[in-house]
Each structure stands twice: as structure tokens, then as C-alpha cells.
């Protein structure tokens, strides 16, 4: 299950997302926003975030206009590796080397398809098992 946070400013994309997880019969629970009403990141991200560390919910994909401010909140929840990306390279890095669990987006800095692009690659790819890379995992947890 993929856990779904917005503000705002996401929530446009999210509802692209939403879209695409539907299409591809993916499971997803979402823990708002739920209009373009003007609110705040902290408790949406936060949600999405909790429901990941939880284990609840397998990965994360946490949006607002930029995708700063809510991937900083996810990386306060303790196990939560979010990664804010613009391209789709960048989502299958964080994946191979990171095992990133949760994914950032700007939904006022990338298109419809790109983001799409964004999700499909980070939701496919396997964290490598690399020995360096959980190594280095362990420390950000240190």
C-alpha cells in the first residue's frame, strides 16, 4: 500500500497520482488534503510519513509546490528516507543506493508527466542490497 500526503499545492498532482495508482491497480491510502483550500504540509506529510514508518504502508509519496517543506517533514519521522526528486534518474538512485521509502514531488515544479515517470520508476525499483549502501543506511539512523 502506497501512503499519499499533499498540501495545496500538491494536490492537483496528487490527484494525477492517484490516477496512475488506480490504473495500475495499486493500492494506496490518503491522508490528505482533500481540497485546494489552503492548509499545512507539517500534517499531511507527517501522516503519509507515520503510515510508512508504521508499516502500514510500504512506500510514501508526499507532495506540495516545491516538495521541500513535506520531504523535510517526512525525513523528521524516525525510519523515514524520503527523497524529493525531479527526474527519473534521480528516483531510481535513491531507490538502488538510498532505499528510499517515501517520494517528494513539487507539484508546481514538474509536469503531469514527468512526475508520472517519477512514480513509476521509484514504485519499481529495488533497493540493491549493495553491502555499502545498507552500511551507509545504518548511519543515517545513527
Given at each position: 500500500?502506497?501512503?499519499?500526503?499533499?498540501?495545496?499545492?500538491?494536490y492537483?498532482?496528487?490527484k494525477?497520482?492517484?490516477e496512475?495508482?488506480?490504473?495500475?491497480n495499486?493500492?494506496?491510502?490518503?491522508?490528505?488534503?482533500?481540497?485546494?483550500?489552503?492548509?499545512?504540509?507539517?500534517?499531511?506529510?507527517?501522516?503519509?510519513?507515520?503510515?510508512?514508518?508504521s508499516?502500514?504502508?510500504?512506500?510514501?509519496?508526499?507532495i506540495?509546490?516545491?516538495?521541500?517543506?513535506?520531504?523535510m517533514?517526512?525525513?523528521?519521522?524516525?525510519?523515514?528516507?524520503?527523497?524529493?526528486?525531479?527526474d527519473?534518474?534521480?528516483?531510481?538512485?535513491?531507490?538502488?543506493?538510498?532505499d528510499?521509502?517515501?517520494?517528494?514531488?513539487?507539484?508546481?515544479?514538474?509536469?503531469k508527466?514527468m512526475?508520472?515517470?517519477?512514480?513509476?520508476?521509484?514504485?519499481?525499483?529495488?533497493?540493491?542490497?549493495?553491502?555499502?549502501?545498507i552500511?551507509?543506511i545504518?548511519?543515517?539512523?545513527?
Amino acid at each position: 500500500m502506497i501512503a499519499l500526503g499533499s498540501d495545496h499545492g500538491g494536490y492537483d498532482l496528487k490527484k494525477t497520482v492517484i490516477e496512475y495508482l488506480e490504473e495500475k491497480n495499486i493500492p494506496y491510502e490518503d491522508f490528505g488534503c482533500y481540497d485546494k483550500t489552503s492548509c499545512d504540509y507539517p500534517e499531511f506529510g507527517r501522516a503519509a510519513a507515520r503510515a510508512v514508518a508504521s508499516g502500514e504502508c510500504e512506500k510514501g509519496i508526499v507532495i506540495c509546490t516545491t516538495g521541500i517543506g513535506i520531504s523535510m517533514v517526512a525525513n523528521k519521522i524516525k525510519g523515514i528516507r524520503a527523497a524529493l526528486c525531479t527526474d527519473p534518474y534521480s528516483a531510481k538512485m535513491t531507490r538502488l543506493h538510498n532505499d528510499a521509502n517515501v517520494l517528494a514531488l513539487g507539484g508546481g515544479i514538474i509536469g503531469k508527466n514527468m512526475a508520472l515517470e517519477i512514480v513509476e520508476v521509484f514504485l519499481n525499483t529495488e533497493f540493491s542490497q549493495g553491502e555499502n549502501h545498507i552500511r551507509r543506511i545504518g548511519q543515517l539512523e545513527d
